[in-house]
């Protein structure tokens, strides 16, 4: 007997795991060009103002916007050197990213500037300009004591950039999961049919920033797969399975689990992809996540869960689309994800009649459709609980933004 939760709970629950992982995760400290997909063990607070002086954004010269024109022109200043003083009446000369000196608030365009020389001075003249025209000012891209990233965060290429304008020269990063991909099923095993979940599953892993490693096959028999899942998750962080999530007479992954550890999450409220569990194996320091075995289910299942475990998002950037044909869905209290392709501007559902992979005829069938691995090339997928019809403006989520 599950006891099935809508993907909101599943989320939290899941996140509540993954903090249980991070206090016992192995940290290390890495240069900012490494941070891609690490997660932070500390908070990233600015030493100092970055910038630490105003800065030209422009070649030109720099003064005070009220003391008016003619100003005396009195030296310039490039982007490495220290910024002289300036009197009333004073501009200097500077090159774009030089520090402002400190009466300046403005940078007039060495192209509109209106020089004149006389008696070995030059006068500057020009139009009149505003405080703050060409100055990116100090402080803004950090301040002083300002958290620019919490512990727990999951850094981004951006991110790395940012780091090393602040002088973080060593980030606080927890090193990735270990994460081992165990496929079930005697057919898998003696060959009959093709392991279709697992190189999927492993490249879903790396994408999310962590290591990945595919084990051989355990056949339907309970205590074979008790004895494997016990083995790889005491040599792995997270150990994700696929297949013999079900009910039936040969599904022993969901018991075996249980025996091992606690239930965290007994299945979701969405198909395809309802038959997920998410287990703590504390004798073994790891989580496992069981997923259904058809690829279309598993790939769902793990974005809705997985990727909550190993990034720690939960939030599924949307885009908006027409809908290019009618959709009807089964007439059942439920959470139906619907993988759709894009033809022109608008979407139409994979395995629709009308779609590239008919599948289903005209109304939305999770459990065939959770077979056909061809599915797997969806451009996104819908989230939605009653039927739509043709024309409708609808959200979508690219594949690409969770994976």
């Given at each position: 007997?599950?006891?099935?939760?809508?993907r909101?709970?599943a989320?939290?629950?899941?996140?509540g795991?993954?903090?249980?992982?991070?206090?016992?995760?192995?940290?290390?400290?890495?240069?900012?060009?490494?941070?891609?997909?690490?997660?932070?063990?500390?908070?990233?607070?600015?030493?100092?103002?970055?910038?630490?002086?105003?800065?030209?954004?422009?070649?030109?010269?720099?003064?005070?916007?009220?003391?008016?024109?003619?100003?005396?022109?009195?030296?310039?200043?490039?982007?490495?050197?220290?910024?002289?003083?300036?009197?009333?009446?004073?501009?200097?000369?500077?090159?774009?990213?030089?520090?402002?000196?400190?009466?300046?608030?403005?940078?007039?365009?060495?192209?509109?500037?209106?020089?004149?020389?006389?008696?070995?001075?030059?006068?500057?003249?020009?139009?009149?300009?505003?405080?703050?025209?060409?100055?990116?000012?100090?402080?803004?891209?950090?301040?002083?004591?300002?958290?620019?990233?919490?512990?727990?965060?999951?850094?981004?290429?951006?991110?790395?950039?940012?780091?090393?304008?602040?002088?973080?020269?060593?980030?606080?990063?927890?090193?990735?999961f270990?994460?081992?991909?165990?496929?079930?099923?005697?057919?898998?095993?003696?060959?009959?049919?093709?392991?279709?979940?697992?190189?999927?599953?492993?490249?879903?892993?790396?994408?999310?920033?962590?290591?990945?490693?595919?084990?051989?096959p355990?056949?339907?028999?309970?205590?074979?797969?008790?004895?494997?899942?016990?083995?790889?998750?005491?040599?792995?962080?997270?150990?994700?399975?696929?297949?013999?999530?079900?009910?039936?007479?040969?599904?022993?992954?969901?018991?075996a689990?249980?025996?091992?550890?606690?239930?965290?999450?007994?299945?979701?409220?969405?198909?395809?992809?309802?038959?997920?569990?998410?287990?703590?194996?504390?004798?073994?320091?790891?989580?496992?996540?069981?997923?259904?075995?058809?690829?279309?289910?598993?790939?769902?299942?793990?974005?809705?869960?997985?990727?909550?475990?190993?990034?720690?998002?939960?939030?599924?950037?949307?885009?908006?689309?027409?809908?290019?044909c009618?959709?009807?869905?089964?007439?059942?209290?439920?959470?139906?994800?619907?993988?759709?392709?894009?033809?022109?501007?608008?979407?139409?559902?994979?395995?629709?009649?009308?779609?590239?992979?008919?599948?289903?005829?005209?109304?939305?069938?999770?459990?065939?459709?959770?077979?056909?691995?061809?599915?797997?090339?969806?451009?996104?997928?819908?989230?939605?609980?009653?039927?739509?019809?043709?024309?409708?403006?609808?959200?979508f989520?690219?594949?690409?933004?969770?994976?």
């Open positions: 007997m599950t006891n099935r939760v809508s909101r709970t989320l939290d629950r899941t996140i795991t993954r903090a249980t992982l991070l206090e016992e995760g192995v940290t290390n400290q890495v240069p900012p060009a490494e941070v891609t997909d690490r997660v932070l063990t500390e908070a990233i607070v600015a030493s100092a103002d970055v910038p630490p002086h105003d800065r030209a954004t422009m070649d030109g010269y720099a003064f005070a916007a009220a003391d008016g024109y003619p100003l005396r022109v009195v030296g310039d200043i490039g982007a490495e050197g220290e910024p002289p003083k300036i009197e009333t009446g004073e501009a200097i000369r500077i090159a774009t990213g030089a520090s402002l000196p400190d009466r300046a608030d403005a940078v007039l365009e060495r192209e509109r500037a209106e020089l004149e020389e006389e008696n070995g001075e030059t006068t500057l003249s020009g139009p009149s300009v505003e405080p703050g025209r060409n100055v990116f000012r100090r402080g803004t891209t950090a301040k002083r004591d300002e958290t620019l990233f919490s512990a727990g965060d999951r850094l981004t290429p951006p991110d790395s950039g940012l780091l090393a304008d602040i002088g973080v020269a060593d980030v606080p990063v927890r090193e990735p270990s994460v081992r991909i165990l496929g079930t099923g005697t057919e898998l095993v003696e060959g009959r049919q093709p392991d279709r979940d697992s190189p999927m599953l492993a490249n879903l892993v790396a994408s999310w920033g962590h290591e990945r490693q595919v084990v051989a355990v056949p339907d028999e309970p205590d074979a797969v008790r004895d494997t899942i016990a083995e790889h998750a005491a040599a792995s962080d997270v150990l994700l399975t696929s297949g013999g999530t079900g009910g039936g007479a040969r599904d022993h992954v969901r018991s689990l249980a025996d091992l550890g606690e239930i965290v999450v007994d299945g979701i409220d969405a198909r395809p992809g309802s038959h997920v569990r998410v287990v703590t194996l504390p004798d073994h320091d790891a989580v496992a996540v069981a997923l259904p075995g058809k690829p279309v289910a598993a790939f769902l299942s793990a974005i809705s869960v997985c990727r909550a475990l190993l990034t720690a998002e939960t939030a599924e950037p949307t885009e908006r689309a027409r809908l290019g009618d959709l009807a869905v089964p007439d059942r209290e439920a959470e139906f994800v619907v993988p759709v392709e894009h033809r022109g501007d608008e979407l139409v559902p994979l395995g629709h009649a009308d779609s590239s992979v008919p599948i289903y005829g005209e109304r939305f069938s999770p459990r065939i459709l959770a077979d056909c691995a061809r599915v797997l090339e969806m451009d996104g997928y819908l989230r939605v609980r009653e039927s739509l019809d043709v024309g409708e403006t609808v959200r989520v690219p594949t690409e933004v969770v994976t």
